[in-house]
């Protein structure tokens, strides 16, 4: 799904590449790394379209999931800036 998800993304399509992203998100295996760079771009997506309760929650799952050290140290600013900006 993230490769679909893509496909539309790059195609200016956000909401199919949403849909497609959300696919993926339900994954079982939370740690795939398909999956997570699907949770990646729908908590960018989320975040451009101001929908900031979606975006961090899709952080925090990276933040949560990943293993990469470099994707969790994005999500989690781009998740103090979001709860920052909520105050």
């Known amino acids: 799904h993230y490769r679909l998800g893509y496909c ?24 795939d790394d398909f999956r997570l760079l699907a949770v990646a771009r729908l908590a960018a997506l989320h975040e451009q379209r101001g929908d900031n309760v979606r975006a961090l929650a899709a952080y925090r799952d ?24 909520a105050k």
């Open 8 to 31: 539309a993304e790059q195609g200016k399509d956000a909401e199919r590449a949403i849909a497609e992203y959300r696919k993926a998100y339900a994954a079982e295996e939370k740690d």
């Open 62 to 85: 990276l933040i949560k999931n990943s293993k990469d050290e470099e994707l969790v140290l994005a999500a989690r600013e781009h998740a103090e800036q979001l709860k920052a900006s």
